[in-house]
T-cell receptor, first 115, second 115 residues
Framework: AQSVTQLGSHVSVSEGALVLLRCNYSSSVPPYLFWYVQYPNQGLQLLLKYTSAATLVKGINGFEAEFKKSETSFHLTKPSAHMSDAAEYFCAVSAPGGGYQKVTFGIGTKLQVIP | NAGVMQNPRHLVRRRGQEARLRCSPMKGHSHVYWYRQLPEEGLKFMVYLQKENIIDESGMPKERFSAEFPKEGPSILRIQQVVRGDSAAYFC?????????????FGPGTRLTVL
């Protein structure tokens, strides 16, 4: 069984400030972890993924995330928020089962960027 | 290489009507997944299909919902006798044949509104 907990359904940051979106996971097997971004009325776009290689993962648009097994966390960060980062962000965990990757999503965190 | 395509993008139905949602996976992808996103919630897995086979439908409601992925043509998610609670965004994702592949590619979604 696997699950994802995203702490904070809404996060507000000032433009230029650090972005930190929290994600904790639970998985009975070594997981793959993902962050997706969803802009209004659009589908999900992959920001970055962890697949058991380097624990610090760099993604698109300046985002990165660090896999910490001891804390079962995969928090998403960006040093300096931009107005265009305002969107909803989903953390997801995937584990093999039944011959395919079954993905479980968190409830999402809406990021507001204040000018 | 076109991405995952879904149509229609918006669908309005009255209670009791049928809704048909279509998904064309990325070229070369033979695995299709359907997810439902209710307002203010994350994506919930519904069903996983390969060509002509339903592999995992553990997330599908027991009644009124069905899915198929025929040998030719798009995958179809069918909702019979829609009710207001079916109003949601329905996303399709696809992945390549290799079961170890860990990433799913998402379509733009179909937003179903039941009046």
């Amino acid at each position: 069984a696997q699950s994802v907990t995203q702490l904070g359904s809404h996060v507000s940051v000032s433009e230029g400030a650090l972005v930190l979106l929290r994600c904790n996971y639970s998985s009975s097997v070594p997981p793959y972890l993902f962050w997706y971004v969803q802009y209004p009325n659009q589908g999900l776009q992959l920001l970055l993924k962890y697949t058991s290689a380097a624990t610090l993962v760099k993604g698109i648009n300046g985002f990165e995330a660090e896999f910490k097994k001891s804390e079962t966390s995969f928090h998403l960060t960006k040093p300096s928020a931009h107005m265009s980062d305002a969107a909803e962000y989903f953390c997801a965990v995937s584990a093999p089962g039944g011959g395919y990757q079954k993905v479980t999503f968190g409830i999402g965190t809406k990021l507001q960027v204040i000018p | 290489n076109a991405g995952v395509m879904q149509n229609p993008r918006h669908l309005v139905r009255r209670r009791g009507q049928e809704a048909r949602l279509r998904c064309s996976p990325m070229k070369g992808h033979s695995h299709v997944y359907w997810y439902r996103q209710l307002p203010e919630e994350g994506l919930k897995f519904m069903v996983y299909l390969q060509k002509e086979n339903i592999i995992d439908e553990s997330g599908m409601p027991k009644e009124r919902f069905s899915a198929e992925f025929p040998k030719e043509g798009p995958s179809i998610l069918r909702i019979q006798q829609v009710v207001r609670g079916d109003s949601a965004a329905y996303f399709c994702a696809s992945s390549p044949r290799d079961p170890s592949y860990n990433e799913q590619f998402f379509g733009p979604g179909t937003r179903l509104t039941v009046l």
